[in-house]
Each structure stands twice: as structure tokens, then as C-alpha cells.
């Protein structure tokens, strides 16, 4: 056993979840955006499943915009604080989502990650379309420490993070548009080249560590 100890971030845990987000782009105006978050801990949101789904086509009249929850309350939370982040941070946005339409209420299966991919099954419990989007061709993980600033201003961020190099977006059997590319704004926040279509797991928020930055080179502790 190691007598060096571990890093200890002394900030206050603010929120921490699962992101999946597969952003795709195609020619002209197509591409496809989903982002599903599993909400495990945000005193502020609630806990639960809420997910955004935008279609672009060729044509106009393929376009679709879905909202899908298992938690209504903390879907409207969470719509409130992304239109805060878009209105005032510089985040990554691929093609972007309606943030104030009523969510679809569904039941949400997590498909198991193996060494091909990962994926979501979302049924809405009235009407609606069934998604189903698989994350694939996955890249190996890596765990990332983001001070305050290098993703959001306010926060550091702790978490690990896997991009794919591709994916399969299906509305009721039917895929949609688009493939991932590499994503400039994770590339200059990361050093390195990161795919638009990734996975974030056990993403935690908090306060920031402040000199504990300066510090974790030797893992002296909080």
C-alpha cells in the first residue's frame, strides 16, 4: 500500500450525474442532438431522468424536437438552470434544444456498456415515440479534474469522461441524421482531441478547491 495519501477536495458537493450526449452533424442543416442526463444528486433539481432529443433535416418537415422525464419537477428545474447556462456561459451547445416545452413523461432502461457501446431505451407511458440511441466504437475512459473556470466559471467539475466515435440514434426504428466529429470546444478545454458524441460518469459540481489545485501534484490531501 501506498504511504502517500489521497487528494482530498476539501469544496462542498453540489450536484453529481450521468451525461450522455450524442451530438451529430450531416450536410447543410441535418444533425441531431441528444443529451440525457440521470440526475443522482442536486439537492437544487431533484433526482430522476430528463432528456432532450432535436432532429434537423434536409427537409424542414422531417424536424422534431422531444423532451422526455421520468420526473417532471426536476425536468423543469433542469430546463431552468440549461436556459441560465445558454443565456450566460460559453458551453458547448451542439444543434442546440427547446428548453421550455412540458416533458413527455417515460420510462427510461440503461442499456449495458460493454466494449462496443452503451446505450438508452426511453418509452414514453402515453403517446409518443420510442428513442433508442447507442453510444459506440468507444475510446478508452479517462478521469478528468477541472479546475473553476476550465467548464464553468463558478465550479470545478470531477468526473470521468469516454468519447465514441460513433452512434445510432433511432425514433420509433427510424435513425437519425448525422455522424460525431471532433469538438472543438472539448479540444480547447481538454488539450487534445474529443469527440462531439460522449459520455460523462459520476459528473460532480463543486465548490471550488481554490489553493487545492496547486497541491494535488503530490497528492497531499485536502
Same mark, same amino acid.
Given at each position: 500500500?501506498?504511504?502517500?495519501?489521497?487528494?482530498?477536495?476539501?469544496?462542498?458537493?453540489?450536484?453529481? $450525474?450521468?451525461?450522455?450526449?450524442?451530438?451529430?452533424?450531416?450536410?447543410?442543416?441535418?444533425?441531431?442532438?441528444?443529451?440525457?442526463?440521470?440526475?443522482?444528486?442536486?439537492?437544487?433539481?431533484?433526482?430522476?431522468?430528463?432528456?432532450?432529443?432535436?432532429?434537423?433535416?434536409?427537409?424542414?418537415?422531417?424536424?422534431?424536437?422531444?423532451? $422526455?422525464?421520468?420526473?417532471?419537477?426536476?425536468?423543469?428545474?433542469?430546463?431552468?438552470?440549461?436556459? *441560465?447556462?445558454?443565456?450566460?456561459?460559453?458551453?458547448?451547445?451542439?444543434?442546440?434544444?427547446?428548453?421550455?416545452?412540458?416533458?413527455?413523461?417515460?420510462?427510461? *432502461?440503461?442499456?449495458?456498456?460493454?466494449?462496443?457501446?452503451?446505450? !438508452?431505451?426511453?418509452?414514453?407511458?402515453?403517446?409518443?415515440?420510442?428513442?433508442?440511441?447507442?453510444?459506440?466504437?468507444?475510446? /478508452?475512459? $479517462?478521469?478528468?479534474?477541472?479546475?473553476?473556470?476550465?467548464?464553468? /466559471?463558478?465550479?470545478?467539475?470531477?468526473?470521468?469522461?469516454?468519447?465514441?466515435? *460513433?452512434?445510432?440514434?433511432?425514433?420509433?426504428? %427510424? /435513425?437519425?441524421?448525422?455522424?460525431?466529429? &471532433?469538438?472543438? !470546444?472539448?479540444?480547447?478545454?481538454?488539450? %487534445?482531441?474529443?469527440?462531439?458524441?460522449?459520455?460523462?460518469?459520476?459528473?460532480?459540481?463543486?465548490? &471550488?478547491?481554490?489553493? !487545492?489545485?496547486? %497541491?494535488?501534484?503530490?497528492?497531499?490531501?485536502?
Amino acid at each position: 500500500m501506498t504511504t502517500r495519501p489521497a487528494a482530498i477536495h476539501p469544496g462542498r458537493v453540489l450536484q453529481c $450525474f450521468d451525461h450522455f450526449v450524442a451530438d451529430l452533424a450531416g450536410p447543410g442543416r441535418v444533425a441531431t442532438y441528444l443529451t440525457i442526463y440521470a440526475v443522482e444528486y442536486a439537492p437544487e433539481l431533484g433526482t430522476g431522468h430528463v432528456a432532450f432529443l432535436r432532429i434537423r433535416g434536409s427537409d424542414p418537415a422531417d424536424d422534431l424536437d422531444l423532451t $422526455f422525464t421520468d420526473a417532471p419537477e426536476m425536468a423543469g428545474r433542469m430546463q431552468a438552470r440549461l436556459r *441560465r447556462l445558454v443565456a450566460e456561459q460559453d458551453v458547448s451547445r451542439g444543434a442546440g434544444t427547446l428548453l421550455d416545452q412540458p416533458p413527455a413523461v417515460a420510462e427510461f *432502461r440503461r442499456l449495458p456498456w460493454t466494449a462496443e457501446s452503451v446505450g !438508452w431505451q426511453i418509452h414514453p407511458v402515453g403517446e409518443g415515440p420510442v428513442v433508442e440511441a447507442h453510444w459506440e466504437d468507444p475510446e /478508452p475512459p $479517462f478521469w478528468t479534474a477541472a479546475a473553476a473556470g476550465t467548464f464553468t /466559471p463558478e465550479r470545478d467539475i470531477l468526473g470521468m469522461l469516454a468519447g465514441f466515435g *460513433r452512434a445510432r440514434v433511432l425514433v420509433d426504428g %427510424r /435513425p437519425a441524421p448525422g455522424e460525431p466529429f &471532433p469538438d472543438p !470546444w472539448w479540444e480547447a478545454r481538454l488539450g %487534445r482531441p474529443f469527440s462531439s458524441t460522449h459520455v460523462a460518469l459520476a459528473e460532480a459540481s463543486l465548490t &471550488p478547491g481554490d489553493a !487545492w489545485w496547486s %497541491r494535488i501534484g503530490d497528492r497531499s490531501g485536502g
